[in-house]
């Protein structure tokens, strides 16, 4: 209890930090909104005087007067109505700019943790919401709520009858608006579960059109995405029809509002208890007074939008752990492990690897090999950092990883994942890790991949545009620029899970020869290999079996004995049985 007492605490004081300087600004729209409703008298007031003062005495001079005052008046009004619109567009932009690079780190951060790609693309947007609701007329409307009274109290002082109407008809409105929230409360929480799954249906087929188009199974696609599409339709046209309907109504009563305060007050001059410049005063400020709440309900639909995206902010900030600030450490250079770690599926849980154990020292490589779908690539992962580890430690230089700045980590570590992709940018820019390009770097490198005289051969070489829309490389030419991308910089460690998968047998020798210039030059290397030439330059060799290390050591000895029965390793469901039964480890932060 105290624990989630402490992370709500921890949510709140975070999402405070990226909102700080908000609510001084909030409070002068507060203000700066009650001068503004004050101004909307104008129209009362003038209509008072021009039926029982101008027209009673037939001045000119009167009415002249009176008119001028009241354009001055709505002048007024009208810029400081700019104003207020101007400063809440600005507080949407400085939102943005202050949450947007937050809320889109952790869109990186959230497949690790067991989230889809389309729920995290899905959560970035959230920004753009609240950006587009502090702009727009829903967030003006909850300005001008609390300042509703103002209207009432001025239609009570011409009648108490027609006050009493008015907080009638305001008292109708709210309920109407209570309704909606509670009509629509559930529903809108499966229409943004639907829009989800709609948005990961179709990016997972934008991810394999190619294998949509020659398997000719595209009907089949766009079947389950309009399955999809059509669940996501029928839940918001279910919910945008109780909003409209409600609306409609709401309006209606207005409307019929406005006609009963006009027959009231025309009862109330016949009777002699108020003046007919009254009547009409009394219509404009019961409109005004009603208008805010009629706001709300049109605007329902972005009210609970941007209420929805602020509580999907604070519940991705409560799920995901801030990043610390380590203290600046040099760059590693004597040693890389992995100490019992292991290593659950994000979101599943399903144990992946338990209890792996690797030490190397500088200048060691490391092949991995055993049977497909054993956890060699989970292991990968885990090591570098992609995947946290659930129990065990991943060290550099006998230091955990979480104790070493990103800006060390992206010096000392190179990764090519199995799957892996390039940005759409230049082929420099994709290399250096899209940092600023240094040419030395670049080429050196492009050349320990072997793809340096690939690249020139291109129209605009390094400075070749790559992504949909620009030059399209084979699978192997881009699987060697994403291994000339962990290449980079000479980092310490680099893992390589299937670097020769595309690669033809010039791309293997370049894939052995980076390995052994890693090795040269005192760096550390694990290669995950399915051929024996990526095993050319390894010293040591793991076998990795049911989600553990089975055997670990020199690579002649693991070698002779690979034809023999490798004995089984530990079950993964043995393993999750002990790990329930383990007590549970003291929270280090890893």
Do not use: C
């Not at 207020?84 to 939102?95: D, E, K, N, T, Y």
């Not at 790990?579 to 932060?589: H, L, V």
């Amino acid at each position: 209890m105290a624990r989630s007492s402490s992370r709500q605490s921890d949510k709140d004081a975070r999402l405070a930090r990226l909102t700080a300087g908000l609510r001084p600004v909030f409070l002068y729209i507060f203000g700066l909104s009650g001068i503004i409703n004050i101004l909307a008298l104008t129209g009362a007031f003038y209509m008072m005087q021009i039926y029982d003062r101008a027209l009673m005495s037939g001045s000119i001079p009167t009415l002249a007067l009176i008119s001028v005052l009241a354009l001055g008046l709505y002048m007024f009004q009208g810029g400081l109505d700019v104003i207020r619109s101007q400063i809440l567009h600005r507080v949407g932009a400085r939102f943005d700019a202050r949450v947007a690079p937050d809320i889109h780190r952790m869109s990186i951060d959230m497949p690790r943790y067991g989230f889809s790609v389309a729920e995290a693309m899905e959560r970035g947007r959230t920004v753009d919401t609240l950006r587009n609701f502090f702009g727009g007329p829903a967030l003006v409307s909850l300005f001008d709520l609390p300042w509703m009274p103002i209207f009432l109290a001025f239609v009570f002082v011409l009648h108490p009858y027609l006050g009493a109407l008015a907080i009638g008809g305001a008292v109708v409105l709210t309920l109407m608006t209570v309704l909606t929230e509670l009509l629509t409360r559930k529903a809108n929480a499966q229409v943004s579960r639907a829009a989800v799954q709609r948005s990961s249906v179709a990016e997972a087929n934008a991810r394999n059109a190619d294998v949509i188009k020659a398997m000719g199974f595209s009907s089949q696609a766009l079947a389950q995405f309009q399955q999809a599409n059509d669940a996501h339709l029928t839940l918001q046209s279910g919910s945008s029809d109780v909003t409209r309907t409600v609306g409609a109504l709401s309006k209606v009563l207005r409307m019929m509002l406005q006609s009963a305060v006009l027959g009231l007050g025309a009862y109330l001059t016949i009777m002699g208890e108020m003046t007919a410049g009254a009547i009409i005063a009394a219509s404009v400020a019961s409109a005004r007074a009603l208008a805010p709440i009629d706001s709300t309900i049109a605007n329902w639909k972005n009210l609970i939008a941007a209420r929805n995206a602020m509580a999907t902010i604070r519940q991705t900030m409560a799920a995901l752990p801030e990043q610390a600030r380590p203290l600046q450490m040099p760059d590693p250079k004597q040693s890389f492990s992995a100490e019992g770690i292991t290593v659950v599926a994000p979101g599943s849980g399903r144990v992946l690897l338990s209890d792996v154990t690797i030490q190397l020292e500088a200048g060691q490589a490391l092949g991995l090999i055993g049977p497909s779908g054993g956890g060699k690539s989970s292991l990968m992962r885990a090591m570098a950092g992609v995947w946290p580890v659930l129990r065990g430690h991943v060290r550099l230089d006998g230091a955990d990883l979480v104790q070493w700045g990103e800006d060390t980590i992206s010096r000392s570590f190179g990764y090519l994942p199995q799957d892996y992709t390039l940005f759409d940018t230049t082929i420099a820019r994709n290399i250096s890790r899209l940092a600023d390009p240094d040419p030395e770097k670049v080429i050196a490198a492009a050349r320990a991949a072997g793809v340096h005289e690939m690249i020139l051969a291109m129209p605009d070489g390094y400075e070749t545009e790559l992504g949909a829309s620009a030059t399209s490389l084979s699978g192997g030419q881009r699987q060697r620029i994403a291994l000339a991308r962990a290449l980079y910089g000479d980092p310490f460690v680099v893992l390589l899970d299937e670097p020769n998968s595309n690669l033809d047998a010039e791309g293997e020798r370049a894939v052995s020869h980076a390995i052994q210039s890693i090795r040269d030059r005192g760096g550390i290397v694990i290669v995950v290999a399915h051929r024996p030439s990526a095993l050319e330059h390894v010293d040591l060799v793991g076998v990795v079996q049911d989600g553990a290390l089975s055997r670990f050591g020199p690579k002649s000895e693991i070698m002779r004995v690979k034809a023999a029965p490798v004995p089984p390793a530990t079950p993964l469901r043995e393993a999750g049985a002990a790990m329930k039964a383990a007590p549970a480890p003291e929270d280090t932060g890893t």
